[in-house]
């Protein structure tokens, strides 16, 4: 899946709008090959959401498959799966993917499926205020 291939599924991963922008700043800043040399809380730094808000995104990231972790308690390290990740040239991408292939393929994209329509904006049984 390429990067342009992903931006034309991001509707149909559900993502919340703090993933999306975590997404934005892990593609911005990760390296040839996917890995990203920010820590969470530098993560939270650049965009300034908050503790809470940042763990929930990344933790919607790695569930869909888009976001690698590794590592035990803090000392996580993250990386774009090697499916969307860049790479410094093609012959780089193609070297990786085979080999990624040779272990079973690159770590799978989890697109969320619905198994009824989704509520309608509004109307009965909405949230409401309440006085």
């Given amino acids: ?6 931006l034309g599924l991001l509707y149909r991963l559900q993502l919340t709008p703090t993933a999306i922008d975590v997404l934005s700043v892990m593609f911005e800043r990760a390296e ?3 890995d990203v040399p920010l820590k969470q809380s530098e993560i ?4 300034g959401v908050g503790q809470a808000s940042m763990s929930r995104a990344m933790a919607l ?7 690698l972790r590794s590592g035990n308690g803090r000392g996580h390290r993250y990386a774009l799966n090697p499916a969307i ?3 410094e040239s ?7 993917m085979t080999n990624l292939l040779a272990l079973g393929g690159p ?7 619905y198994n009824r329509r989704p509520p309608k904006q509004g109307g009965r049984g909405g949230l409401h205020a309440v006085a």
């Fill in 90 to 96: 093609e012959d780089e991408m193609k070297q990786e």
């Fill in 32 to 34: 040839a090959g996917g």
């Fill in 107 to 113: 770590p799978s994209i989890t697109v969320p499926e």
């Fill in 1 to 6: 899946m390429t990067t342009t291939a992903l």
């Fill in 44 to 47: 939270d730094e650049v965009l």
């Fill in 85 to 87: 990740a860049g790479y």
């Fill in 61 to 67: 990231l790695v569930d869909r498959g888009l976001v």
